[in-house]
């Protein structure tokens, strides 16, 4: 089974700190994603990395900046937290090389941010 | 423009009924991928069923189908004999050939009553 582990589970942290979240995956996979999750808003994509090193911008990246170092490894940064980041933050990844539509996302047990 | 449309934010069923929760989805690319995923209160999402657009059959998990109407772009996800183990958030997700990204509804709370 697919393994994706998000460091914390709670995290609160305070204005304007810097935060990074973790996310781990053992499977080897190419692709990593980071999601943000409201009520009311389902799941919207902050940042995608499809290689080391590599990085596209989702449908929020401001705010925000990503890490991916090495191929298990992909780390979302809040340069400097506000309050409107307190949200769910879900990770997941993707075993195709070629993102591929039939393609589900294997996701982390979350962390829930808040920042106070 | 909200591209999958779930309408019900909360839904209730009985123990041992089956539920239908509603999904419609907006796309000009013919070539497409819809998702359901389960989110208990635990917070961790789990992949249930998937439907590709050329798929002429609907698709089926166990207990889980998906009544896909591609002409009405619609993509129900239909839970048979409910337990009380399926309440949860289901989300609803489409993704396009032409995207990387999987993009989800607002979700359905499901309460299974007993």
């Known amino acids: 089974d697919v393994k994706v582990t998000q460091s914390s589970r709670y995290l609160v942290k305070r204005t304007g700190e810097k935060v990074f979240l973790e996310c781990v995956q053992d499977?080897?996979?190419?692709?990593m994603f980071w999601y943000r999750q409201d009520p009311g808003l389902g799941l919207r994509l902050i940042y995608f990395?499809?290689?080391?090193?590599?990085?596209e911008k989702g449908d929020i990246p401001e705010g925000y900046s990503v890490s991916r170092e090495k191929k298990e490894r992909f780390s979302l940064i809040l340069e400097s937290a506000s309050t409107n980041q307190t949200s769910m933050y879900l990770c997941?990844?993707?075993?195709?090389?070629?993102?591929?539509?039939?393609?589900?996302?294997?996701f982390g047990n979350g962390t829930r941010l808040t920042v106070t | 423009a909200q591209k999958i449309t779930q309408t019900q934010p909360g839904m209730f069923v009985q123990e041992k009924e089956a539920v239908t929760l509603d999904c419609t989805y907006d796309?000009?690319?013919?070539?497409?991928?819809l998702f359901w995923y389960k989110q208990p209160s635990s917070g961790e999402m789990i992949f249930l069923i998937y439907?590709?657009?050329?798929?002429?059959q609907n698709a089926t998990e166990g207990r889980y189908s998906l009544n896909f109407q591609k002409a009405r772009k619609s993509a129900n996800l239909v839970i048979s004999a409910s337990q009380l183990g399926d309440s949860a958030m289901y989300f609803c997700?489409?993704?396009?050939?032409?995207?990387?990204?999987?993009?989800f509804g607002s979700g359905t709370r499901l309460l299974v009553r007993p």
């Open positions: 990395s499809y290689d080391v090193k590599m990085k």
């Open positions: 499977m080897d996979h190419e692709n």
């Open positions: 997941a990844t993707e075993a195709e090389a070629w993102s591929s539509y039939n393609s589900p996302l294997h």
């Open positions: 796309t000009s690319d013919p070539s497409y991928g």
């Open positions: 439907q590709g657009s050329y798929d002429q």
């Open positions: 997700a489409m993704r396009e050939e032409s995207s990387y990204k999987l993009i």
